[in-house]
């Protein structure tokens, strides 16, 4: 937006204080953009808040980004006291701001898991965990460590190989 500095200034500084329409005007202008108006026709999906729910159970939300509290809401999801103050995802009747449906919750991210996950894919399963896994049948058990570990226990081992068996370690030791 561009001021007429000169025929601004003229109606509005006194001749003894050579004050500019830009520095007049310009807290103003910085206000009325600050605050944000609410659309008069809403295309698509905007994020509010659950605040309220009325004595009847009648949800109230508010979309701080247009500056609207307290508006009555229609639900597609079921709605109770415990997610007050959750952020909701509104459509809008008609493309009207006064008139929300609350779509759904929105999903706080999850933080990613450090439980061991299993992937099998048919010719593949890889068990991956952050410390280790463990595999046990009664007295037998393998342990891999994250640390490089591999412990086989078990009473009896037996191991055949019908080619080449190798054993390689920086030192092997046999009883």
Not at 88 to 103: D, H, K, Q, T
Request: charge should be negative; proline fraction near 7%; aromatic fraction near 4%.
């Amino acid at each position: 937006m561009k001021l007429d500095t000169q025929t601004t200034t003229a109606a509005v500084e006194a001749p003894s204080e050579p004050t500019s329409a830009r520095t007049l005007f310009e807290p103003l202008l910085h206000r009325v953009i600050a605050r944000s108006m609410p659309p008069h026709r809403v295309e698509g999906i905007a994020v509010g808040r659950l605040d309220a729910l009325s004595a009847e159970g009648v949800p109230q939300v508010s979309i701080d980004a247009w500056g609207l509290t307290g508006l009555t809401a229609r639900a597609l999801v079921p709605v109770d006291a415990q997610r007050l103050g959750a952020d909701v995802a509104l459509g809008f009747e008609n493309g009207e701001p006064s008139r929300p449906i609350i779509l759904g919750f929105m999903i706080a991210p999850v933080p990613p898991s450090t439980t061991p996950v299993a992937h099998v894919d048919g010719e593949r399963v890889a068990l991956v965990a952050e410390r280790e896994i463990e595999l046990r049948c009664g007295e037998a058990a393998i342990v891999l460590t994250a640390d490089g570990q591999i412990q086989l226990r078990g009473r009896y081992i037996t191991s055949y190989a019908t080619a080449t068996q190798r054993i390689l370690g920086g030192s092997v030791n046999l009883n």
